[in-house]
């Protein structure tokens, strides 16, 4: 880099060799107690934000929960613990509720739904579980998905009334508990009981009970034969179904896994067996049964 020796007359000092317009850059260096003040306060800034960090590490590990042990962790001298604090606030509002809670415990299913006071704390309470516990499965609405019943459409596979909708919810289906509904759909390919042309044939025929199209050349003398061989001793004659086996009505056009061909074929052929957990014992008794009242009122109550 070129120096510039050019002294500027009016001020007598050196300039850097900028001009703009006629107007040159003096080499004018800051004043050495701002330059020694500036140094001053950035090293005691650093240094105090250091030993201020190091301190206040020092300080959360011994008042806070902070190290991992074996089996445990150290608590700290405030004892303090997040879980503890979300299970008191819990507590105190168990406490808020708890006369209310104790009434809608005494009182019968039944008389809950006459009561329209009690209705509506059950109704409260029980949509509150619901998105909780139940909306993965069967949607913020009920409207459930495929494989997860739609509890708004008076649809039932193991009955609609109260008693039936809280005993499902308390032990569920499939759910290992000893009180659990047990029901399942055969595997009659998998298990070579139908032959594939015969379940395509009985496909098409439980297709033809709620009034859908079938295949061009299907025979539906052999489909009813085929199914009052096979079905019928789950689904009833007439394709009704049995809620005391978990079977589904087969003639109102409610599907839990699609109304297509390859879908009932694929039913017929493996099977099914999907799993609703018991929720007695996770839920106390009070809950479940808001949650019954809750579910009933959907819309598809019976």
């Not at 007359?9 to 020694?36: F, M, Y």
């Not at 019928?232 to 109102?252: F, Q, R, V």
Request: hydrophobic fraction near 40%; charged fraction near 20%.
């Amino acid at each position: 880099m070129s120096e510039h020796n050019e002294i500027d007359r009016v001020s007598g000092r050196s300039t850097t060799g900028h001009e703009w317009d006629g107007i040159k850059e003096l080499n004018t260096p800051l004043p050495r107690w701002w330059v020694l003040t500036f140094y001053a306060s950035t090293l005691f800034f650093f240094s105090f934000s250091s030993l201020s960090t190091i301190v206040w590490a020092i300080g959360y590990w011994v008042v806070y929960p902070a190290w991992p042990l074996v089996s445990g962790y150290t608590t700290g001298l405030f004892q303090y613990s997040t879980r503890a604090s979300v299970a008191t606030d819990l507590a105190d509002l168990e406490k808020l509720r708890g006369e209310k809670m104790a009434v809608l415990g005494n009182a019968s299913l039944a008389d809950i739904e006459k009561d329209p006071a009690l209705l509506a704390l059950a109704r409260a309470r029980g949509k509150t579980v619901f998105a909780d516990n139940c909306a993965p499965c069967h949607g913020s609405g009920g409207a459930g998905a495929k494989g997860y019943p739609n509890l708004n459409d008076d649809d039932w596979l193991w009955g609609g009334s109260l008693d039936q909708i809280m005993q499902t919810i308390q032990f569920g289906a499939r759910s290992g508990h000893a009180k659990t509904h047990e029901g399942q759909m055969l595997a009659f390919g998998r298990d070579g009981v139908l032959k594939k042309d015969e379940i395509v044939t009985v496909a098409n025929y439980v297709r033809s009970l709620s009034g859908l199209s079938t295949a061009p050349k299907f025979d539906a003398a052999a489909g009813k034969k085929l199914f009052t061989e096979n079905c019928t001793s789950c689904h009833g004659d007439n394709g009704k179904g049995n809620p005391e086996l978990g079977a589904p009505n087969l003639t109102d056009q409610i599907w839990l896994y699609g109304s297509d061909e390859g879908a009932l074929v694929e039913t017929i052929t493996n099977g099914r067996a999907g799993v609703m957990p018991a929720w007695v014992g996770r839920l106390d008794p009070v809950t479940v049964k808001a949650l019954a009242v809750y579910v009933h009122s959907l819309g598809g109550g019976k």
